[in-house]
């Protein structure tokens, strides 16, 4: 029953607080652990009988941080409460920072998967920034932001800590290559905070599209010290060295291919930067991988399933360089 329900509320997650108007849904779909599974419809409305079967449900073990899960959950049903001050998402919001809580690893990190996760699982992710959509979350715990201010004084002083238990994990993953810092990976291992495998072809790399998030993170700090400010200062000196300048990525029509397109990287002088979801560890050059495993140079090197059903390319750092940074820099008294 799970499955088939599952599959009946698998249409997206990308709901804004104004979207979702269905409490009930994520209600129902809350974990005893207090957290949440991924890729449902939280704007669908349930029968009282969908209701009831999954609640029956609340043991499975499928909680997690992954594609938005959970962190989104609470943020919803806490503007949910403020609006109804209903007792119901009140206990869902504190459960579900209770699981966040109890889920930080000692090492600072958050795995995608807790509890019960495998493999890559239960590295410290930063794929689809699933540690720093928690951390955002729980650093507006700690600011006193206006949706949170019925979460008790002892949860908000746990999550300041876990804020800054996370950010000492960030600054011990950020990759260091002949002593220059550089960013960060999509998945580190929990033990040694290296860059480490996920997916056949998520590979050790660095991360193009991750690492903005990280350092947008990494800008809230109000008062950073010098680890942070040189953490900040590294990652954009990459950002500013790796940018793709003079391609375009398209979307063309080919009715050949399975799903009626393909996706090409052509020459366009006036094209604006672009960055590579993934660079080599050694030579910094951007890497494409099918699910062999297999780097290759150019996106047209991998099979088709993979080249269109991932982003490989992306104007991921082109806010955070133009918008984001001077804003940074004048804030901290530092030169634009």
Not at 183 to 210: I, K, M, N, V
Request: proline share 6%; glycine share 8%.
């Amino acid at each position: 029953m799970m499955r088939i329900l599952c599959a009946l509320l698998a249409l997206g997650i990308g709901a804004s607080a104004r979207d979702v108007d269905l409490p009930e849904t994520m209600l129902a779909c809350q974990r005893q652990s207090g957290g949440w599974p991924k890729n449902y419809d939280r704007t669908r409305k349930l029968s009282s009988s969908e209701q009831r079967d999954l609640r029956r449900q609340r043991s499975q073990g499928d909680a997690t941080i992954d594609n938005g899960a959970t962190h989104t959950e609470i943020h919803l049903l806490a503007e949910a409460f403020t609006r109804t001050a209903d007792p119901r998402f009140e206990k869902a919001v504190l459960d579900g920072i209770n699981y966040l809580l109890d889920g930080q690893m000692h090492n600072g990190g958050w795995p995608q998967r807790f509890p019960g996760g495998r493999g890559y699982a239960t590295q410290i992710t930063f794929n689809d920034n699933a540690m720093i959509g928690v951390m955002n979350l729980l650093k507006n715990i700690t600011d006193g932001h206006p949706s949170f201010s019925f979460v008790p004084g002892r949860t908000r002083r746990e999550c300041a800590e876990a804020v800054e238990r996370g950010i000492a994990c960030i600054l011990k993953c950020q990759v260091v290559i002949d002593n220059v810092p550089t960013t960060w990976c999509a998945q580190h291992d929990r033990r040694t905070f290296r860059p480490c495998q996920a997916r056949s072809y998520e590979l050790p790399s660095l991360s193009g599209s991750e690492s903005v998030g990280i350092v947008r993170f990494l800008m809230r700090i109000e008062k950073p010290d010098e680890k942070v400010i040189r953490a900040i200062e590294a990652a954009i000196a990459w950002f500013k060295q790796s940018k793709l300048n003079g391609i375009r990525l398209k979307r063309l029509a080919d009715k050949s291919k399975p799903n009626g397109f393909d996706h090409v990287v052509v020459k366009d002088p006036g094209a604006p930067p672009l960055w590579a979801r993934f660079y080599d560890l050694r030579s910094n050059q951007p890497i494409f991988c099918g699910r062999d495993g297999v780097p290759k140079k150019s996106l047209a090197g991998i099979p088709h399933e993979r080249r269109t059903g991932y982003s490989w390319l992306g104007s991921y750092a082109r806010d955070l360089l133009a918008r984001d940074l001077p804003r940074w820099r004048q804030q901290q008294g530092r030169t634009p």
